[in-house]
Each structure stands twice: as C-alpha cells, then as structure tokens.
C-alpha cells in the first residue's frame, strides 16, 4: 500500500507550521489585543445544529460521521418492511390482472370481496391487510381511474423492487403517494439522518450561535469572541480551495454600535500592518445602501444583477453595464436615476455625497449612508497604519443575511488573489437557535489566502524556523555525557540545542552527521570539547573558533 | 430545539482555552528547545490508513465519514442481487417442495429437468439459470442430502428476505455458503467499507508513521518531531474521558541510541517543571528486562499476570502477591527466582545491581539491565530540575509494541490522577507502511489530566487571562471619538484596552456598562476625559485618580 491522504487534505511540514503559526498568532494577539476573547467548540456537532443552515448545498457538503455500533439497524427494519409491502403489493396487482381479464374491465367486484382476494395471498400480515384494505375503501374512484391508465399502457414487467420497473413504480406512487416517502428505500439522501446523527463543523458561525445560546447565562454581553479551528467541506478541491481548512473569525454579539464597525476597520489594519502585508485595500459598503439602490430602481430582486454588472465598469465601461442591466430587466428610467453610479470615483466622502444625493428617496438607503459616514468619518479621524479604507457599493457578499455593515479585503496591488478577508453585520445570528434579536457584527480573515500572498511577496523572511541553534557533533562517546550537559545549560537560557544522538563509529558516520547539519540548516555545529573549550564551526561563514560555554551563550543569543 | 453538543465533546470558554493555551505553550516552547520540529496531519485520513491499526476494539472506535454524494450505490446493488436472488431461490424451494410431495420424497426428476423448473419460474434472468444450474449440478449430493434435512424440520416459513426465517437461511447457507458473505446483505460491519472512505484520526502516531514513509525523501533522519493535535474515539464517555481529545507527542525516528532515551527523561522534567507541576515520579522500565523476568519465569505468556500481581505489593503484601501468582499458573519455582523484586527498594542502582543478579540466566534481560544503567547513570549525572526519576518493573504499558524504554509519568504526590504522560521505545514504527527497520523512541503528555491536576493544585493563577486589561465606558457620544483615538495608542503599547461599544443613555444602561467591567473582571476602568486628563478607576483597589496618558500606560504595564 502506497501511503497518501485523502484528496483536499494536507500534511504540514515544519516549515509550514511555522509559517502558519506565525500567521495565527498575529491574528490572535491583535483579536486579545482588541479585548477579544477565544472559544472553541467540538469538531462535530449534532446534525440537527447543522443541517439546513447553509443552504442545500451546504447540507450536501456538510462531512456527515456515520453513528456507532449497528448503524443500519433502521435502514435494514425499513428495507425489509418495504420488501415486505412491496411483495404484497405486486401479490395484489396479479390477483387484480386476473380479475380485470376475468370481469372483463370490471373490478368493482375485486374491491368488494377483498377478503377473498387477502386469503389468495401468502404470508400477508394483519396490519398489511388493514393497510390495503382502508387505502382501497378510502380511494376506491382514484384507485379505478389510475388502473384504467395503468392497463392502458402497453408495457409493464413484474418484479419485487418497485424501484427497477419505471411502469409498475408509476402506479405505485400514483397509489401510495402519501406512503412513497417512507417506504423509498435505500435512498442516500433520505437515509442519512438514520445512520448519521454528528456531521463536522462547516464553519464558525454557526456554533458560535449555538454556543452563544447555550451559554447565554454565562456570557457577559456584549460578547466579543475570536475563534480560530479548522473547518471541513466536501467541496470539489481545487488550486487553494482544501476540504479541511481553518477560520479566523472575530464577532461581537449583543451591540448594535457602529463603534463596532469601526473597530473591525482597525483590526484588519492592525493584523495586516503586523504581518508585514502594506497596502491592502478595507473595502466597505453598507446593505442599507444596497436597499437604498434597489428601492430607486424599484426592483429589489434585479439588485444582484444590477451589483454584479455595476462591478464590471472598468472592464466593458458604462455601455456596457448599461447594456448589461437592460438585458437583465432594469429599466432604463431605474438606470437613469443612479447615473451617478457611473461616474462613482473620488474620496470615499465624495462618494457619501453622491449616494445621499441619488438616494434621497429612500428612508432605508439614507439611513445606510449616514452609517456609512460616520465609520467612515471615524476611521479618517483615528487613522490607518497601512491599509485603505475604499467605499465600494459593489460590494455585495452576504447579501441574504448582512444587514449593515460588509467588508471585505483585497490583497496589496500586484498580487493576484480574490479577497483575504471579509464580513458584515448581521441582525439575528442566534435566532436559529431560538434568541431572538441579537445582533452581531464580524470579520474572518483567509487563512491560506494570506499564506499564499506573504509566500509571493517574500514576507515569511523573519519566521523562526523550529531547527536547533546549535547542534554537537557526536564522535567521541566519551565526550558524550558532557556534551548533553552543556546543552542542557544552553535550552535554560532558551537556546534550541541538540547533540546527535548516535555516536559516529566510521568516516561516513561522521560525514552523515554533518549532512544533517546541513540538511536541517543549523548555525553553530560544536564538533568537539578541549579541556572545556568548546570548538565551534560557525556554518553560515563557514568559520572555526574555540570559544567558552559562556562566549557561546553570547554569540548565539 | 434546545441547543446542546454530541456528548463525549466539550465547549471552551475563553478561560478555559487560555488555561489549555498554556500548557499546549509550555510543552511546544520546551518540545522546540529540544530541537524537535512540529508537523500536522489532516483530521482524517483514508480509512485503510487506520483500519486494522488500534486492533478490533480500535476499528470499532474509530469515527467513520460518509462518503459524499450517493453513497449508498453499491449497497442498494448488493441489496437489489440480494433480494433478486432471494426470490428465485424461493421459488426454486416451493417448487421442490411440491416436486418432492410430487415423487414422494424422489428429487432427481427435479435436478434433471432444470431447464422445466426455471421455466415455471417469472423473470428468471440468464445468468442466475447459468448459476443455478451449475450450483445443482456441481453439489447434486450436497444438496440433497441437506434437502433431506431440511425437510426432516418441522417448522418452516416463507418470506423474501432470508435473514427473517431461521430454517430457510440455515437452508440457504448451507446451499449457498460459499456465497453468503457476499449477500449478507445491509449487515453494518461488512457495508462500511462501501459507504465510508475516511475517518478521523485515532492517534497521533499512525499517522505519524504514513507521514515519515510518504515523505521519507523529504525528511533528514533521524527525525525529532512533535504533533500536537485533537484526536477522536467513539469511546463510552466518562469523567476525565472523552470523544475529542488533545494528543502531545514528541518521537524521534532512525536512531537507537540510548541518549535519546535519556533525553525524553530530561523533556518531562522539563516540562513539568515550567508548569510549576513539581515533583512529579518519571517511572521507567525496559521491555527487556520484562522478557528477562519472562525468561526466569519460564513463562513469557504470564508476564502480564506476573506483573500485575507484582503491582500490588504495596496493597496485599509478599504473601498475596505470590499466591494471586500461583493462582495465575506460575510456579513456585519461578517465584523463587525472582524474589528480588519482593524487596525491590532502595535506590535505582540498588534496584538495577539486584535485577543484574537475578537475571544472570537470560542475555536479554541482562542487556535491558545495562540500557536502563546507562539511561540512570546519565541521567543522575546531569540531574533533574523538580521530577524524579524511579525504576518500576511493574510498570509494563504497551506492552505488545514497546522494544526497549517505557516511560510513565505519576502527578506529585497527594493528587489521586492517573499517570499523565507515558512512552516507550518501539524497533519498526513504519513497517506497517512498507518502510522497514526504523527505530522509534517517544513520549506523550496527558493534557486534559495535567489540566486537572494544576487546576486542583491552583497553579493557573499566573495565566494571563484573555480579557481587556483597560474598559473604557461609554457615557457621553462626545467623547466616543477621543477615547477610541487614546485605546489605539494603548494597544499600539501592546495593552489590550476597548471602549464600550453602546453609548449609555439612561441611569440603567449606565449600570449595565460598570457591569460588564465587574462581570469580567476588568481591572482599569476610564469613566472619562476632563481636558485630556483621564479619570481612572482601580477596580481592584476601588480608587479612582486622574492621569494623563503616559502614566496610565506606565500603571498598567
């Protein structure tokens, strides 16, 4: 067997976790920094906490862990049942074949005597009986009318999975619609609740809801948490999209300030200033102003489309966007009235001025600049390290849940990546749960997004690798015992330090010993001791000294 | 829905993940001062990675994935052949049964005219003719003598899923026992592998192994890395036990050598040590000496019997330990050789001279003897910062893997805890992986068990915990603007600092504000600003001062 792992997964090399850990412990000094504070919940999570939160396709991609033990047990009582059922059924459909030829198209009589025509079939059960025989009494007009239609297609075969005969299934449903869905055996996606009951957690926002509501009598609001773990999606893997990954998210639950918003401006500033990532661009935008367009167009369901050509202006230009939006149903009066859209450069403040003007006939979309503003104002005042804040109304991420504030980040000019962060405010994360009116505002920063940039413009340079500072050389055994002494000094005075645990016996021992130096990048390589001088091969200038345990402490620290 | 979590798992509140940070920091800083490099594997891996591994009680607890899509395709397959079968088989049996009512008990007209039989027999397909037909005419003797008796039954039923009726499935199997595995249908154990192709990580070292096989050309040997990373078992849960859990290991691979053992020695003193977890027993033992008693014993398959009698000496005195002993079939004899270790005290080179003379009779034994001296010797010669270390033969974990070293680690005395930490040395870590020959050594640390021994010795008080060192409240909109400017320069101090987000606007919201600050403990707190002079309450003294910026910072730093 040739060992591998399963496809969108990784392993992490030393290298790599460092890197990574580099990243998130930025991340989570500047969320402490900010006064937020960590939880982490279970890798798995109750199905029922998951299931039908993120969509239909969310629930297909959700990870689903089989239960323990006999998990088919219901499956199999199921199968068996409409094995069972089935048999009984197609019993029933041959007594009435014959008695259809026999009566010649009458089967009035077949329904009158069904006693007689039960005491014809094998094995059928009491409670099978009681089924048929209600069904036919309460259906007897649907059930003639449906034969009528059945007999009058030409082909039909006999077999005991309904499943497997297109006509006979027909006159199945057509019969037992109502019991169809109990007895539609063996079908994936309706037998995964009975042999699955745990499914792996798909994102942070969901079980921090659940968190935030069973826990609500032991947080104080509002609740300013960070969450960092891995993530898992069935997802088709691709160039930068992995089935296992990690969120970083940060929320604040429980305020509805626009202080808030404010502050998660400053600490992506702050993250991304610290990583050495200058020049990413915060780009904001508020739903309310979103609302606000869709109101002056007068149609709130075209607001996607309307985004999404509107985001094209600098590749097809205004005629185009225009000539996109008319194809997709917008008016050309709609059109004319958010003209300004056309030209939507400037200061953000330039903006802000030109959307109060073309929304002043929206409550909402006003309100939404106001919002707006007053961020934007705050952030100007207090000042970015190396970020730029950009009001962005074509920014649209989230639409069917944020409902004030959207962010999102894009990566320093010149590097070509999708966002590296984002987020929104959203009115009711915990009503799911049944907490009702909680509001929420967060930002999730991307991960390995992040990775990829920092590797592309060289700024993982700084990152301490986890390799020794210093390795001794192991030739002589009977310097063994002293080596590990001094070593033992140099880790109390937080120096990595090893010796080579195996003692070289041959020349290619020794040379393997070296290689190892090598391999593993490592500075300083103590070869051996003399009467407690130390001899000391400095690799990255290539140079021999001898010096003292204490010289060595100096020079490497 | 009530919201809860699968049971076996746990949520974490901020001072909880704080506290686990902690320990997972002091054992990562000392792991990489010791030169030992990390490395992640995914969460789950393929499922023949893991399977047959952990042996049977293993594969049982191992969390399995549900395939994505239709996962259940090949089962309905096997069902649908299944049931198909079945069905002919039944009709094959009613008309035997009528055949031999027929011949009065003569079946041969019934194997000779198989093509008359089928023919009775609706939607009989080909190939299940061919398989008939061969099936009767290659077992004609077989068959008959099991119809035989068979019929000498009484009691027999008829229904179209075998597993339901005991007579006919007897029937079956012995007609069709060479095919039965592949029918059995819907049996959990035997569809697992046709719905399921992953699962999640049971430990951290086979992965560990897939990992240094697969990259073996990309790793320098010998390899010191560490893997800190959650692992699940579907294992009843307890107190102390539990369905996700943190494993810690430190491994080296692709040496023997002995300082490496001395090293682990020195890791968990290390450890223990920065977490003010002083006087902790490292117990330490070597397989080979373990088979030297086994050898003396004359019994090797009693040497788990031996030694847990052994265990008990403290608790049943010499005389309850010998005769549990000879109760467990080990002779007097044997006994009587190894009555050293009845008075097995004294100091560790007390116990290793008493162990060289009594096990002069086996070179295995006598050369675990020499190892452990050495590991002793080194390690008293270089000393321990606060554990100690004691040669316990009893101590016998891993028994079926461990080839030379086993460590375990007691919490200091008085605290009644399992051990919390364990290892051991093991010769052919990656063979199950094609990759042969490489020795292993490692370690592990317990960290929900350390978690709970700190706890109940109190020794998280000196974890920061993560909560704002400085709360700004939020009186006065006016001021919103300037304190948020003066949290930036705090934190830019690296003094974690935050502002109530909502502006207070009555007496109530007033009190919820110092609330917050009391609920978590917050220990500075600006009522406000007079003129750039901040007015600060100490909440823990409960004073309140004016100052200006710079002292504050200097206060709280």
Known sequence: MKPGIPKGTRDFSSTEVAKRNY????????FENFGFQPIETPSFENSETLMGKYGEEGDRLIFKILNSGDYLKDVRRNVIEAVTISSVFNSLLDLLI????????????????????????????EDQKTFFKTFFTDNKEDVKSSLELFFSEEVFEKDLIFELIPFRERLYKKLFSKHIDEIKVLDSKKNTSLISEKALRYDLTVPFARYVVQHQNEITFPFKRYQIQPVWR?????????????????????????????????LYDTVFSKLGLNGTTIKINNRKILSGIAEVIGASDKLIDFTVALDKLDKIGKDGVVKEMLEKGISAEAIEKVQPLFNFSGSNQDKLASLEAMLQGSEEGLQGVADLKTVVDSVESIGLDSASLELDVTLARGLNYYTGAIYEVAAPEGVKMGSIGGGGRYDDLTGIFGL????????????????????????????????????FLNFDENESLEKVKIIKTLRSNDIKAEMYPDVATSNNQQKKQWKYAINREIEFVVTTIENGTLVVKDMVVGEQTTCSLDELINKVQ
């Open 23 to 30: 990243i998130f412990n930025t991340i989570k000094h500047s």
């Open 98 to 125: 014959e008695a259809q030829k026999r009566e010649e198209g009458n089967i009035d009589p077949f329904f009158d005597n069904l006693d007689l025509v039960f005491s014809q079939i094998k094995n059928i059960k």
């Open 234 to 266: 069935a997802d088709r893997p691709q160039k930068g999209r992995f089935r296992e990954f990690y969120q970083c998210d940060a929320d604040v639950v429980g305020s509805t300030s626009l202080w808030q918003e404010v502050e998660f401006v400053q």
């Open 436 to 471: 009702k009116d909680v509001s929420g505002v967060g930002i999730s920063f991307g991960l390995d997004r992040i990775y990829l940039v920092m590797e592309e413009l060289g700024l993982f340079e700084a990152v301490e690798l986890p390799k020794p500072k210093v390795l």
